[in-house]
């Protein structure tokens, strides 16, 4: 069993050399966001909730943007294994080019729709008057926020590319520089310090809009000023062009991808809509719960990217299959172990984390509520995030897309749905129940790895 699951002092080693970058990073950025949230939930609950809805709409349009670098990542990934940096600069140039056409149409769709999306989240028990206060900080928080979107996408382009080329402490130092960035700006501009006028929700999205901003120029500058350690980098904007048969190998990889990130973050959209079917206090109680849980889930998330990288890189080195299961099954375990102290920790903060917001004793009390839950599921979160990225390393994305969104749309959408709509189940009990089919998800990854389908070279 040791030798099976705990690896030895090299391969650890590795695995932090990746893991631990990617850790710090999306920590600090979670962490800022924490107080960017805690924050405006100072200013009051309606701000707090307004911004809560519109995140959770934008946050479509972000896994939508993460899974189409994601789908060219996984060529980036294994080219970079095997030394090819003319295909390394191929699916940079197909990155960009997606993301930039994703984030105009999403931009689009936003600027006409935003409104009516807003209101989805705003049918449930409570005052007219405080869902119109929702609406209005939403939107307002909603309009200065679009005006990042291009360089968020610009910049996930560039630091997935690192990344997959074993890059990590850049993007991760172009990360922290970002998150300061927009701490202090939120400081200042939320609240009207430094003689600057106090924005409120605007000044929260102004500050991130900035960061956006901030974390582009870093991570393309380093990139461009540092060709002898990214070769890719040399003549990447000598030609847009992407050679036709790579670009449908991607598109034909990385759609089901891409789909499969956009459904599966409008699932969640949906199911936070359902519960707030049950009153609005559901809506900022899920808003602090998610928060916390942001900064809290960077241990498996790190851990997930990770597999993505370690294992797509042995395929496409073209190691033996019982070496790169054997790899995967401590990633695995590693992972989940982590994740059972992280999680110890999260229910331990659960009555303490929601005092330090603004808001009723009631929204308080169901943000606890939401927060133990969510640490019980925390290691089996873990376990669905590793089976995923390891068969996406292998690109079969339409596993992925059966696995990820089907699942949430065939089953836990509808539990949802049904609960909320046909049942008179308070919303604790229902968001346990709705949490808890990622149990039934560990099974089915379980079997979906050792099938070893997912198991191919894909550059060759």
């Known amino acids: 069993m040791r030798s099976r699951f705990i690896g030895d002092r090299k391969f650890y080693r590795v695995a932090m050399g990746v893991t631990l970058p990617i850790m710090i ?66 699916t940079f140039r197909f990155k960009l080019l997606s993301v930039l056409a994703l984030t105009a149409a999403g931009i689009a769709a936003l600027s006409l729709f935003g409104e009516e999306l807003v209101k989805l989240w705003l049918r449930g028990e409570g005052s007219p008057e405080e869902a119109a206060l929702y609406l209005k900080y939403g939107m307002e928080y909603l309009r200065a926020m679009l005006w990042g979107l291009p360089a968020f996408a610009a910049a996930n382009a560039y630091c997935s590319t690192l990344r997959e080329n074993g890059e990590t402490v850049v993007p991760m130092a172009a990360g922290i520089a970002a998150v300061a960035v927009n ?31 901030v974390e582009l120029v870093l991570a393309a500058g380093w990139t461009h000023t540092h060709k002898g350690r990214m070769p890719f980098a040399a003549g990447l904007y000598r030609t847009l062009r992407v050679p036709r048969r790579l670009a449908g190998q991607i598109f034909r990889k990385g759609t089901p991808l891409l789909i499969n990130e956009g459904l599966w973050a409008a699932g969640m959209a949906v199911l936070n809509q359902c519960y707030s079917a049950r009153g609005l206090n559901v809506v900022p109680a899920i808003n602090i719960e998610s928060t916390v849980w942001n900064a809290m889930s960077v241990a498996f998330m790190a851990t997930g990217n990770a597999v993505g990288i370690l294992i797509g890189q042995k395929l496409g080195q073209g190691q033996d299959g019982d070496r790169v299961m054997d790899d995967l099954a401590k990633l695995t375990f590693f992972s989940v172990a982590l994740n059972v102290v992280t999680a110890v920790l999260l229910a331990a903060i659960s009555e303490v984390f929601p005092l330090l917001y603004e808001t009723t004793a009631e929204v308080r009390a169901l943000a606890a509520s939401f ?71 560990c099974v089915i990854g379980l079997h979906m ?7 191919q070279t894909i550059t060759v």
């Not at 911004?51 to 080219?79: D, E, H, M, P, R």
């Not at 995030?385 to 390393?393: E, L, V």
């Not at 790895?449 to 198991?455: F, G, P, S, V």
């Open 25 to 90: 990073q999306n920590f600090i950025t979670n962490f800022v966001s924490l107080l960017d949230n805690l924050m405006v939930g100072r200013v009051g609950t309606a701000p707090m909730s307004g911004v809560a809805i519109v995140n959770q709409v934008l946050f479509v349009l972000n896994l939508c943007i993460f899974g189409a670098v994601s789908g060219a990542g996984i060529f980036t990934a294994q080219y970079a294994g095997s030394g090819d940096d003319e295909g390394v600069r191929a």
């Open 183 to 213: 701490l202090f700006f939120n400081y200042v501009l939320i609240f009207g310090h430094f003689g600057a006028p106090a924005m409120g929700v605007r000044g929260a999205a102004v500050a991130t809009v900035i960061s956006r901003y």
């Open 371 to 441: 927060i133990r839950v969510s640490a019980v599921m925390m290691p089996f979160c873990a376990f669905t995030n590793c089976c995923y990225f390891a068969m996406r390393s292998g690109g079969k994305t339409l596993i992925t897309f059966l696995f990820d969104s089907v699942f949430v749309w065939g089953v836990c959408v509808p539990l949802a749905y049904i609960l909320t709509r046909f049942t008179a189940l308070p919303v604790v009990p229902l968001f346990f129940i709705c949490q808890a089919t990622e149990a039934v998800k």
């Open 449 to 455: 790895i050792r099938e070893r389908k997912w198991m």
